[in-house]
T-cell receptor
Framework: EAQVTQNPRYLITVTGKKLTVTCSQN?????MSWYRQDPGLGLRQIYY???????DKGDVPEGYKVSRKEKRNFPLILESPSPNQTSLYFC?????????????FGPGTRLLVL | SQQGEEDPQALSIQEGENATMNCSYK?????LQWYRQNSGRGLVHLIL?????REKHSGRLRVTLDTSKKSSSLLITASRAADTASYFC???????????????FGRGTQLTVWP
């Protein structure tokens, strides 16, 4: 089944404790992206990747890192999480053929930073 | 900043009625997409309309696009309780000097359909 998976789905952590949220897709998509969703703010893009070893900042990259060593995986790293990073995170992927079209979303990771 | 803005923020209707949601955006776009999100879950793509199209249908969904007014509408006909969800418009705009665009989402319309 074609899908985007994220792990963990729920995470409670404390300020400053490094964490990684994994994202994996099995559709051979070139483009992958991370969003955060906060009440009243909609979805905001954190980072995106057009292909292996090609990443770029979205609208809210501060406090986050990403890597794209393999086509299927796009982990999101919080080196020193802070309470303002408490949010619902979504990974998405799509084909890249001149313009990115339909994006396929993962189920989300709900993060609470105490 | 948000590229797309949905209106209204919340909409509450009875089963069988039609639901209309609007989206306004700011800059020129390649296409506009509508997504649906059930509470706390990932977004699911519904329909895509390109900048050179004016109207598109998919089942009970009808999308219109007016590039002169920079607006789009999503109509769900004969709504059902299962249509209860948040609906987002997303615009794909062309970055300067590149044919590859970034997808920008609005804040969404929360639709509640009562049985």
């Amino acid at each position: 089944e074609a899908q985007v998976t994220q792990n963990p789905r729920y995470l409670i952590t404390v300020t400053g404790k490094k964490l990684t949220v994994t994202c994996s897709q099995n559709m051979n998509h070139e483009y992958m992206s991370w969003y955060r969703q906060d009440p009243g703010l909609g979805l905001r893009q954190i980072y995106y990747s057009m292909n292996v070893e090609v990443t770029d900042k979205g609208d809210v990259p501060e406090g986050y890192k990403v890597s794209r060593k393999e086509k299927r995986n796009f982990p999101l790293i919080l080196e020193s999480p802070s309470p303002n990073q408490t949010s619902l995170y979504f990974c998405a992927s799509s084909y890249q053929g001149g313009s990115r079209e339909t994006q396929y979303f993962g189920p989300g990771t709900r993060l609470l930073v105490l | 900043s948000q590229q797309g803005e949905e209106d209204p923020q919340a909409l509450s209707i009875q089963e069988g009625e039609n639901a209309t949601m609007n989206c306004s955006y700011k800059t020129s776009i390649n296409n506009l997409q509508w997504y649906r999100q059930n509470s706390g879950r990932g977004l699911v793509h519904l329909i895509l309309i390109r900048s050179n199209e004016r109207e598109k249908h998919s089942g009970r969904l009808r999308v219109t696009l007016d590039t002169s007014k920079k607006s789009s509408s999503l109509l769900i006909t004969a709504s059902r309780a299962a249509d209860t969800a948040s609906y987002f418009c997303a615009t794909l705009k062309a970055d300067r000097g590149s044919t590859l665009g970034r997808l920008y989402f609005g804040r969404g319309t929360q639709l509640t359909v009562w049985p």
